[in-house]
């Protein structure tokens, strides 16, 4: 068990029933699960699914957000539905054969791919709707105000089925304009019903600071719980009363932070000179006001970032790193943020390894957590509802001489 413990997990049909000592004695069926380690299935809370693996069809670009989001623009005018689909399909499967079973993807909504990429994740979703679950988030890359045409475009990605109002204020070209855009994705959500999952301050600038303006608009609409605001990076550079004062909107309103070290320790920094910033959220300071972190893959192989697997478990390593995660209570908030963390700002009440919960669950080889940190092993077995979907097996020898 994630804390240490020892004890039986009673699963029937996609539930778990029991979890205890000794509670399954009466059980048909088993699962020796001695010596290793039994996880909830991870959470991938922030994902791009429609733009992984096409790292290889673009151009070369500085390395920074802004050049991957121009490299990506020539590409997304060829994406085809088919396209899209055949590529996130591929990174659920692998996500799902490293421990993943729940997903929530920003899908760009823009007046360049149109509902192509939407159309295409949806798709894959529906393939992989035996081994995964996929929430998609409408997401306007290329902003609201400076791409006129993406909010009638949103509006059409509700109605055909995107479950999440997404947004990207810091994009827009000055603060009335990022205001603006957090009003109409606010407007949206509410007209909706739907909850919003943000792209806030990607950006190592310190003045840019829409996530204050997302908190407020959070708090004045009394959009509690419902909002998840992702990357953050300029947080880190902005002075600490800023910082402090926003962190405690932030805890009021309920928002959950992605933080994405994984990704945004690459893009960012890129203009520093001797002292090279991470990139990454104040996540210490934002752990101990209580804010909910999670960790996010983001992206596979795509225009921001040449690597990623799928796997949450190298996800939480690089993340441990970029945050100075190391002791106990370290290492357990590194699992939570790829487990119940993401879990929460979705919203989930079916999830964990406790009576009641869905049975996404995976069996890892190792002893503890922290050895599966540090040991990156594949889950020995991972179920989805209830029914194994995935096993994977490894065969390692050593020859010695004598
Ligand atoms: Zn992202």
């Not at 802004?66 to 899209?84: F, L, Q």
């Not at 290329?142 to 059409?156: F, K, T, V």
């Not at 994009?171 to 606010?186: G, I, T």
């Not at 009641?356 to 092993?377: F, I, K, M, N, Y």
């Amino acid at each position: 068990m994630p804390g240490g413990g020892v004890a039986d997990v009673v699963v029937d049909g996609e539930r778990i029933t029991a979890v205890g000592p000794g509670v399954a004695s009466e059980v048909a069926t088993s699962v020796d699960g001695s010596a290793m380690l039994l996880l909830p299935a991870f959470v991938d809370g922030h994902v791009h699914l429609d733009k992984v693996l096409i790292r290889d069809e673009l151009r070369e670009h500085d390395g920074s957000l802004t050049g991957a989001i121009d490299s990506i623009h020539e590409r997304k005018r060829r994406y085809t539905v088919e396209d899209v689909r055949v590529r996130a399909r591929s990174v659920i499967e692998s996500s799902v054969q490293l421990g993943t079973t729940r997903l929530r993807s920003h899908v760009d909504v823009d007046t360049i791919g149109g509902l192509t990429p939407l159309e295409g994740v949806m798709g894959a979703a529906a393939d992989c709707a035996d081994i995964a679950e996929v929430q998609t988030i409408a997401f306007p890359q290329e902003g609201l105000l400076r791409d006129p045409g993406a909010y009638r475009l949103m509006e059409a990605a509700i109605e055909a089925g995107a479950d999440v109002v997404g947004g990207m204020p810091h994009w827009e070209v000055d603060e009335p304009a990022q205001r603006e855009h957090v009003r109409m994705c606010f407007d949206l959500a509410e007209r909706f019903d739907r909850d919003l999952d943000m792209h806030v301050d990607e950006t190592d600038d310190g003045g840019v600071r829409t996530l204050e303006m997302v908190a407020d608009e959070a708090l004045r609409r009394g959009y509690f719980g419902r909002v998840c605001a992702g990357h953050v990076c300029s947080l880190a550079s902005a002075p600490h009363d800023y910082a402090e004062r926003v962190i405690e909107k932030c805890v009021r309103a309920g928002i959950s932070i992605a933080s994405n070290p994984v990704t945004n320790l690459v893009l960012q920094g890129r203009g520093d000179r001797g002292l090279v910033r991470r990139g990454t959220t104040r996540i210490g300071e934002l752990r101990a006001a209580g804010v909910n972190v999670l960790f996010g893959q983001d992206c596979v192989k795509d225009g921001f970032y040449p690597f990623g697997r799928g796997s949450m478990l190298e996800v939480a390593l690089i993340s441990a790193h970029a945050a100075h995660l190391t002791n106990g209570a370290d290492l357990a908030f590194a699992l939570r943020a790829v487990t119940d963390a993401p879990a929460l700002a979705w919203r989930l009440t079916d999830y964990g390894l406790v009576a009641g919960a869905r049975a996404d669950l995976q069996l890892l080889p190792v002893p503890s957590w922290e050895e599966a940190l540090r040991l990156q092993p594949l889950p020995e077995k991972v179920w989805f509802k209830g029914r194994l979907v995935a096993e994977n097996a490894v065969e390692s020898k050593l020859h010695r001489s004598s």
